[in-house]
């Protein structure tokens, strides 16, 4: 009986878009996966990045992500202190109820409205240069 299977990934560091992975496949062995690899590293994309490659050993029937995860937006936040409106794009994690916790750090040298660990409500708001979420008030 088979307890255990092999992921093939291929992982990649994107200065635009940050961290890029792919699952390739699951397979019963490790020597499966790495014939895929021999089979998809002249590929294109998989040819410029032949060390993204990646082989993972996972036991059956278990949970294998069991903490939840969180949602981090963008937020723009108003600073204090600065003689005229000035936004620092920051990151908040979304909370239920249309809420953000506002996540740190604060740079030293900034003051934000709001600072890291503030639960806020925010609107979308026209900017000149679009459209954005902006901190408007505590929760």
Same mark, same amino acid.
């Given at each position: 009986?088979?307890?255990? $299977? ?9 200065? &635009?878009?940050? &961290?890029?992975?792919? #699952?390739?496949? $699951?397979?019963?062995? +490790? %020597? =499966? +996966? /790495?014939? +895929?690899?021999?089979?998809?590293? %002249?590929?294109?994309?998989? %040819?410029?990045? @032949? ?7 996972? @036991? #059956? ?8 995860? $969180?949602?981090?937006?963008?937020? #723009?936040?108003?600073? /204090? ?13 979304? #909370? =239920?109820? *249309?809420?953000? /916790?506002?996540?740190? @750090?604060?740079?030293? *040298? &900034?003051?934000?409205?709001? @600072? ?11 900017? /000149? *240069?679009?459209? +954005?979420?902006? =901190? $408007? =008030?505590?929760?």
């Amino acid at each position: 009986m088979m307890d255990h $299977v092999f992921l093939l990934h291929h992982v990649r560091e994107d200065d &635009e878009y940050g &961290e890029d992975a792919k #699952l390739i496949g $699951v397979y019963r062995s +490790a %020597s =499966a +996966a /790495e014939q +895929a690899i021999g089979r998809l590293s %002249s590929q294109p994309g998989f %040819s410029d990045y @032949p060390q993204g490659f990646q082989i993972g050993k996972m @036991p #059956l029937d278990k949970d294998h992500w069991e903490e939840g995860f $969180v949602r981090i937006v963008g937020v #723009l936040m108003p600073l /204090e202190g600065e003689g005229t409106d000035v936004w620092r794009a920051v990151g908040a994690q979304l #909370l =239920a109820g *249309d809420r953000f /916790e506002i996540i740190g @750090p604060m740079p030293d *040298d &900034e003051v934000w409205r709001y @600072p890291p660990g503030s639960i806020v409500h925010c609107e979308i708001q026209q900017r /000149e *240069d679009g459209e +954005a979420l902006v =901190a $408007v =008030a505590r929760a």
